[in-house]
């Protein structure tokens, strides 16, 4: 049984002072049954840290170089990440594919790079509105998967179906869209990395996930979890999304 999970992505949002929501979100949700982790912006890993210690909740980097240290100004390596108390790490998110030009390939050298320090890579894939409309959806999740993927199957990992066009837009797919996509996805991890290492990969949901529609999410097949964009800078959002997510069982 895959243990669900629900990952916070703060994006570039974060101040001191924003670090309060956490303790909001601890005293609400003390022992969720879930796993959480926290995604702050770089600014804050060490700070969240400290607010994250002694509880059920984990830190995670939302990038890291490919380069476990070297001549790169302004990126961050998987190890300090580590170093810097993160377990997890975001991976191949649109806004990175789109804003900074990472491939699959560059995705997956990341994976590599974070596997080797110690972090569980979260790899994120998803179609853009023109690609669903046009009846792509299924080969850019299996061209996007294929090309991200880091070799080896004895690593955990996790992978965040987040179609493109529902992004911070208030849009999700249905039901049935969801069930699609992550089915295909769990049978294109079973032939890429065989049976039974596919079957403990994480699949989680992303976009514009909110309390509102969280507990539909949950309830489709092969959805264990979700990547939360902005419901997860708001304690009392975030808060009831896990536990719809802990309901879900």
Request: charged share 20%; proline share 5%.
């Amino acid at each position: 049984m895959r243990q669900k999970l629900a990952a916070g992505n703060w994006k570039m949002h974060g101040l001191a002072a924003d670090l309060a929501a956490i303790d909001a979100l601890r005293a609400a949700n003390p022992a969720p049954a879930c796993e959480v982790v926290i995604c702050p912006p770089a600014t804050l890993l060490a700070r969240m840290a400290e607010r994250l210690k002694r509880s059920p909740y984990c830190l995670g980097g939302q990038d890291c170089h490919v380069a476990a240290k070297g001549a790169h100004t302004g990126d961050i390596a998987a190890t300090m990440l580590a170093d810097a108390g993160a377990s997890f790490v975001i991976l191949g998110h649109s806004e990175r594919r789109a804003d900074h030009g990472e491939t699959s390939a560059v995705v997956a050298a990341k994976a590599r790079a974070a596997r080797a320090a110690g972090l569980v890579p979260i790899i994120c894939i998803g179609e853009t509105e023109a690609e669903r409309d046009g009846g792509r959806t299924l080969q850019v999740l299996s061209d996007q998967l294929a090309t991200s993927l880091p070799d080896g199957t004895d690593a955990p990992l996790v992978v965040a179906y987040e179609p493109v066009w529902a992004i911070g837009t208030g849009r999700t797919p249905s039901p049935a869209q969801i069930a699609e996509a992550h089915g295909h996805l769990r049978s294109q991890l079973a032939r890429h990395l065989g049976a039974g290492p596919a079957a403990a990969v994480r699949l989680l949901y992303g976009g514009s996930v909110k309390p509102a529609n969280a507990a539909a999410i949950f309830a489709v097949a092969e959805v264990d979890g979700a990547l939360v964009g902005g419901a997860s800078l708001a304690a009392a959002d975030f808060g009831a999304i896990i536990a719809s997510l802990d309901a879900a069982g």
